[in-house]
């Protein structure tokens, strides 16, 4: 069974972030639109960064989800960004096209960087 994990928080003034870890998929991805819609209509939140430093795999669906979240956001008078996409999430972004549109690298530099040691990323990006 795919599994993903949500994890909202704030960081700084009208930004609120949501973490994502796992797999986003057709049995994940309701939960993984869920979470980002959430970030987008709680109070005074202008900009919402999804991070998809643990997400370890997305499909057409996901990304389909994510420009409908961005779609909500921009109905909201909110901006919506992807933050640490890597390999085959990074791929699979650039191979749709929605890769400019949901990455901003000022947003993006606000997101802390993984709590993985050095050798745990090395052994999940392939050479």
């Known amino acids: 069974m795919t599994q993903l994990t949500v994890h909202p928080y704030d960081r700084g003034s009208h930004v609120r972030h949501v973490a994502m870890a796992g797999e ?46 961005r779609s909500a956001a921009a109905r909201h008078g909110t901006t919506l960004t992807v933050a640490n996409a890597h390999d085959i999430v990074e791929r699979v972004l650039a191979v749709t096209g929605v890769m400019h549109d949901v990455t901003d690298r000022d ?9 993985r040691t050095a050798p745990d990323r090395a052994r999940r990006r392939p050479e």
């Open 24 to 69: 986003v998929d057709i049995s994940t991805c309701a939960q993984f639109a869920t979470g980002i819609t959430d970030a987008i209509r709680h109070p005074e939140v202008n900009h919402v960064v999804v991070d998809l430093d643990d997400v370890t795999f997305i499909d057409a669906q996901a990304v389909h989800a994510l420009m409908r979240c």
């Open 107 to 115: 947003a993006s530099d606000e997101v802390p960087t993984s709590t």
